[in-house]
Structures are given as structure tokens and as C-alpha cells.
């Protein structure tokens, strides 16, 4: 089945790349969650209009992401969120909650969808969060969760 891919998915594809997968993968998972769309010579035209808007919010190049990765890394980020006496906090830290705590250490926006938690943050104190800035560019950022 050939499908167009609309967000990014792990091990297949960014958005705006026409893929080729096993049906069965297309039609129960890819196209019910909007993660792709059928490929159509129709469909073909939004493959331009998916990649212009993918450029328009990617890092300019190489060293504007290590310029990005240097301020992020530079010292730790804090999060503010609700927390119980005991330190345990009242659902997970979101990455949304990440990225605006992000843009407002650095200065600089991050897409919320290149924040990377390997587990799930339910506890006040340091965590470390990875931020994919570019194909080549990683950054590895040092989180504080404290109370709000």
C-alpha cells in the first residue's frame, strides 16, 4: 500500500514522504490515527504543501542547531508543575509543558514533536529529556521539576 505520510513516524518516515508498507499496517494503524494519507495522484499535491510547511518549521541548517543545541544544553531548564506533599506529581510531565519551559530558558521554539522521554517524568527533581534539533543534531537536555 502506498501512503503519504502527514506526521512523523519512528523507523519509517517524516511527513511529506510517500511510503511503501504492508496493507494490513496502512489501513488498522497509519491512516485511522491521521498519521498518513492514501496515496492519489490528487493526494500527490499535498506532498508539496506538507514539506513546504515541514521547512518552514525546521531548524535552518547544521549550525543553527548546534547554536540551538549549545543554549539548551547550557544549563538545566525548570519546570514548574502541580505536585502532592510527598513530591509526586499529579499526572506526567508533558512535552508541552517541556517545550514552553524550553522556549523560555532559551529563547528559542521548539517543536514539541522532537522532544524525546524515555520514561515518563511523575517525580519532582533532575531528569534528562533528549531534543532531536536536526538529522545530525541531538541534544541532551537537564531538566529540574519543581513545585508550582
Partial sequence: MKLILTQEVTGLGAPGDVVEVKDGYGRNYLVPRGLALRWTRGAEKTVESIKSARASRAVRDLDHAEQIKTKLEAQPV????????????????????????????????????????ENPIRSLGAHEVSVKLHDDVSATVALNVIPA
Fill in 78 to 117: 525548570s519546570v514548574k508543575v502541580r505536585a502532592g506533599s510527598g513530591g509526586r506529581l499529579f499526572g506526567a510531565v508533558t512535552v508541552t509543558e517541556i517545550a514552553g519551559a524550553l522556549a523560555d530558558a532559551s529563547g528559542e521554539q521548539v517543536d514539541k514533536r522532537t522532544i524525546v522521554v
